[in-house]
């Protein structure tokens, strides 16, 4: 009992650490895409604007498949921070990204959920959507290094 | 591309011959180092000299401090011997470095005076040796100045065929500090590495298929070996291994020197779509 409510308190002072500006903010690749971060309660959302620079086939038009691969990197990443509120940025292992649907040309989220966090590797899932969430547009895994 | 190079040859091929033939050394000279010249001027974008803006004057003025040096070592007839010396002494010690690359130039590239300087080491006494191998009474010294000719097209069209492997497609791209993804070690963030896997793998089926179809990645895994380092260019080659009549497989590897020693590997598989997409089922 004494335990849970520690860990609650651990919780607790990482989310009031936690400013979701700031994780961004020193990440110049995240400030390239236009990547915000929307925190409610402990739920992270990360949120891709729709700009025409992020095209990558002009013929459909799709959003390019690298961009959403990248988003969804940086919203795993900024959901570890949030669990673990480190220093550092974690460094990913390995990805693995399914893309579901075309990308349209229009704003992007990602949620993340972190499957198990340890002290050297952790592992994330994420998923992007458009319009709704029940239907994403792409989905990833990925295992961080966390040292 | 082989096409142009063996139109290239067959019409520069009697060109190089006439001129060896009839030409007297000092004429000679001066062709050998108009191609000297042309030599020179791609060097100065091996230093990393810029192509245009304010910089691009020293371009020029390597090509004029290349053709100073290539006047006078005409013109010092008594130091010939020694130009060759110097020459010897910088290919045994390029030899020397050859077993140790790519390794020693990640560590430490060479400025831009220091390759500069290289750049005439390499050149001069190369075109001056041509034309002082032509300084006999003909037909001797034609023939001499043919066989050493004869050994480098030879080796040349060898190493091309050897060369012209099936490795893939490769694309690069400079390093950027609005794509460092790390502000401390000024690193090149993952995404930005996935992005350019994922457009190389594409193009790497456009390029299997051979035809103008829309191609969208289905899924691609990603491995991360190492950080990208900071400062040096990124490339990535990626092969599609396997074209099915709707999938092509891709294997790519991500790297600043050689796929040897790569930043992060690849594998995806790709839809081939026909000509007009669906955009509500496939991302592209």
Known sequence: MIEKVMADTRSQQAQAKF?????LKDIPFASFLGVRLELAGDELTAHLPFVPHLIGNPMI????GGVIGAFMEITAMAQLKLHG??????????????????????????????????????????????????????????????? | ????????ALILLPLVLAAIWFLAPPW?????????????????????LPQQGPGAGRRWLYLGLTALALAGAWALHGCWPWLAAASVAWWLFALFLIPGFPGNLQRKRPGVAA???LGLVLLVPTILSLAVLRDHPAPDGALRLLYSMA?????????????????????ALPWREDLVGDPETHVIASGVVTALLDNCCGMAVWDKINAFKPVATLDLRIDYMRPALPGHELKVTAKCYKLTRSIGFVRAFAYETTVEDPVAAAQGAFIVTAAKPDAGDVKA
């Open chain 2, 1 to 8: 591309m082989l096409l142009q190079r063996v139109i290239t």
């Open chain 1, 19 to 23: 400013d979701p500006d700031a994780v």
């Open chain 2, 151 to 171: 050994l480098v097209w030879v080796a040349d069209i060898g190493a091309y065929f050897a060369g012209a492997s099936d490795d893939g497609v490769t694309m």
């Open chain 1, 61 to 64: 038009p799709a959003l390019h």
């Open chain 2, 115 to 117: 390759l500069g300087v």
């Open chain 1, 85 to 147: 509120n480190f220093d550092h940025i974690p460094k990913p292992i390995d990805v693995n990204v399914q893309y579901l649907r075309s990308g349209k040309p229009l704003d992007t989220y990602g949620r993340a959920i972190v499957k198990r966090i340890g002290r050297t590797i952790s592992s994330v899932e994420v998923s992007a959507w458009q319009e709704t969430r029940q239907s994403p547009i792409a989905t990833l895994q990925a295992h961080f290094l966390m040292d």
């Open chain 2, 28 to 48: 000679l000279y001066l062709v050998f180092s108009g191609a000297g010249l042309i030599g020179a001027w791609e060097w100065t974008g091996m230093m990393g």
